[in-house]
């Protein structure tokens, strides 16, 4: 009976996490899309400026410099949403690529470049995976989520798509 009791606490928990993780990306989703439109607007502001004083021979002036810094403000908030929902996911971007690759990962999956070390421990997860150093490589890794493939140098699991392993950065056939 006490197996069942927590089975049953360890279930609510987990669902009681991942429905928190869901609303808090809906929430940093809606920021997104309010910050993205935010800089649509200026855009349109913008061309619409230039366009009246070139349209009258006018010069350019204060007016672009507030806009410019109106606009590199709504960026910034872009990106940290950005960082908050893949926090959030568990994942990463490539930077060559824009591929998303899991946080832990060393390699990107699509074009195989080694992720640096410094992005990985900018803002992990609360629950982040913390590899052992004392077990074998495909026990270190994260857990594995749908279709996996084992890379045949490493033995590490990697998702099916994966072109590349994402722990030691071997093509994965």
Do not use: W
């Not at 929430?27 to 993205?36: A, R, V």
């Not at 009246?52 to 021979?57: F, K, L, N």
């Not at 913390?130 to 140098?153: E, L, T, Y």
């Amino acid at each position: 009976m006490a197996e069942i009791r927590e089975t049953l606490v360890n279930f609510t928990k987990n669902a009681s996490k991942t429905t928190g993780d869901l609303i808090k990306t809906a929430k940093l989703n809606i920021s997104l899309t309010s910050e993205q439109a935010t800089i649509k607007n200026l855009y349109t502001e913008i061309g619409k400026k230039v366009h009246e004083i070139y349209q009258y021979g006018g010069t350019l002036g204060k007016f672009f410099d507030e806009k410019y810094l109106e606009l590199e403000a709504a960026e910034r908030k872009i990106a940290e949403i950005k960082e908050q929902i893949a926090v959030i996911k568990g994942i990463r971007e490539c930077p060559k690529c824009g591929k998303n690759a899991e946080r832990g990962a060393e390699f990107c999956p699509k074009c195989g470049i080694r992720l640096e070390a410094a992005a990985m421990a900018e803002a992990p997860p609360a629950e982040a995976f913390i590899p052992d150093a004392q077990s074998p490589a495909s026990n270190s890794k994260p857990p594995a989520h749908g279709p996996q493939r084992a890379c045949r140098v490493c033995g590490a699991s990697n998702d099916a798509d994966t072109k590349f392993c994402l722990f030691c950065g071997r093509i994965v056939d």
